[in-house]
């Protein structure tokens, strides 16, 4: 089993690689829609701004590849800007995103006294029971830094959900893709453990 | 609910950690990968390492460390202490630290921070500030680089604006005339800075038991408090102190 990770020149990927490497996972490390193909699972990490991410992946036609794939079946993992941008849209610069899910990211308000970025530790409340959290204890917490939170239009697709000024959706889960705002990767021994789950998690299952 | 996060610092001066009182006299104290990991089992929630090696050519074993510790914890950490263009930021990042500070350097020539946050993102660049108390300046604070050596015609207030301007993702405040008492942080100063911008401000400088770290986060504002001898030397833990927080009602992750 081999997984990909999904390289869009968003932010720094050593971190979700020496989690894997950590976790025993066999990875590698693509730009390329052809070898990403080629992958059992694959992660979608990232951090940076929607608007220049989007125009990368398109111009590298991953934007087409990530439909493709999300058909196909095999699992996937958004992280953090990788979660927002498999939704319709982004108010960050009013972009266009990938489109997998049918929601939009949103921008936290300023005027509610909230320090932007959310950047720290948050609790996540898990609402369903969903295999990405088995075994971790329900309302750990994990590692963000954003200023926009994901909004998926049908809220049964919402796996779990933190509080900062508002209630938001910090997992969802539609099909074959589980999306996470936060950091596994830089989330502790509970971060860790989702990741686990995601990697042992056996098709069809 | 957003948790108030708990940072210990490291200063590593030619690949050990080292502790020193007011920025005079230095005496090392252990190996920082092996620190970092007892930490993070400890349920540290983020690490700082400030390289205060001397001379360049030892520059390369910070690097190493930097990937040792990537390796070995899974939380963010950010490397500071000597960073002075793009190109060092890089390697830090590309090591694995989640976040560079930048302090002297951004006095000397602030656009580092808004070239950093362009190139990195934003929550990657942290501004370190060495504030001293100086009634020449509006707010009653200045700022002094090169290690608290240097004292620079800047009024702290004035610059820690200046900082969210310029696209720093998080201010790390250092209370020059707090730091190694043991009497508690700048509670003043915290407050102030961390009230005038809409960034996370890590309080720096003079921890001493618990209660100062409950302190600076009712009464300084502080989102998030930087400690060191407590944990180095004076025996206190990392969950030890989120137990004490926690009693006292203040959002921790334990």
């Known amino acids: 089993m081999k997984i990909g990770i999904l390289n869009y020149d968003a932010g720094n990927l050593k971190s979700v690689e020496t989690a894997l490497a950590h976790l025993g996972a066999k990875y590698f490390v693509s730009s390329d829609p052809y070898e990403l193909a080629k992958s059992d699972k694959l992660i979608f990490p990232g951090v940076g701004e929607a608007q220049s991410s989007m125009k990368i992946l398109k111009k590298r036609g991953l934007d087409i590849f990530l439909r493709e794939y999300f058909k196909k079946g095999n699992p996937i993992l958004g992280i953090c800007l990788g979660c927002q941008i498999v939704l319709d849209s982004s108010e960050e610069r009013n ?28 609790q996540v409340q898990s609402t369903n029971n969903h295999y990405i959290f088995k075994d971790i204890p329900n309302n750990s917490s994990f590692y963000f830094v954003h200023s926009y939170y994901p909004d998926p239009d049908n809220q049964n697709a919402v796996i779990a959900l933190t509080d900062y000024g508002i209630s938001f959706s910090s997992a969802f889960s539609v099909d074959n893709l589980v999306a996470v705002q936060f950091h596994p990767e830089k989330s502790g021994p509970h971060g860790l453990k989702l990741l686990d789950n995601f990697i042992s998690k056996t098709q069809g299952v | 609910m957003l948790q108030k996060r708990i940072i210990v610092c490291l200063d590593v001066r030619d690949g050990k950690t080292t502790k ?167 509670i003043k100063l915290t407050r102030m800075i961390s009230e005038s911008v809409g960034i996370p401000v890590v309080a720096s400088g003079g921890a001493g038991t618990s209660m100062h770290l409950a302190d600076v986060f009712n009464e300084g504002k502080a989102d998030a408090a930087l400690i060191a001898s407590m944990v180095h030397i004076d025996g206190y833990t990392v969950g030890g102190i989120k137990e004490f927080l926690n009693k006292e009602n203040i959002p921790v992750r334990i």
């Open chain 1, 95 to 122: 972009t266009k995103c990938v489109g997998l899910v049918p929601g939009n990211s949103k921008e936290f308000s300023h005027n509610m006294d909230l320090k932007i970025p959310h950047m720290g530790w948050n």
């Open chain 2, 20 to 186: 020193g009182v007011k920025f005079k006299g230095n005496v090392d104290i252990g190996d920082p990968v092996l620190m970092a990991e007892e930490y993070y089992k400890q349920g540290v929630d983020e690490l700082v390492f400030y390289d205060i090696t001397a001379s360049s050519e030892k520059r390369g074993i910070m690097i190493d460390i930097v990937k040792k510790v990537a390796e070995k914890i899974f939380i963010p950490f950010s490397v500071g202490g000597g960073i002075r263009t793009l190109s060092d930021m890089k390697q830090v990042i590309l090591a694995g630290a989640e976040k560079v500070s930048v302090n002297s350097s951004a006095v000397k020539n602030p656009s580092i921070i808004s070239e950093g946050a362009k190139h990195f993102g934003k929550q990657c660049i942290v501004v370190g500030m060495d504030v001293e108390m100086d009634f020449s300046k509006p707010s009653g604070y200045g700022i002094v680089i090169n290690g608290g050596r240097t004292k620079v015609d800047l009024d702290a207030l004035e610059w820690a604006k200046k900082i969210e301007k310029l696209g720093a993702g998080e201010i790390v405040l250092n209370s020059i005339d707090a730091d190694g008492t043991k009497n508690g942080y700048e």
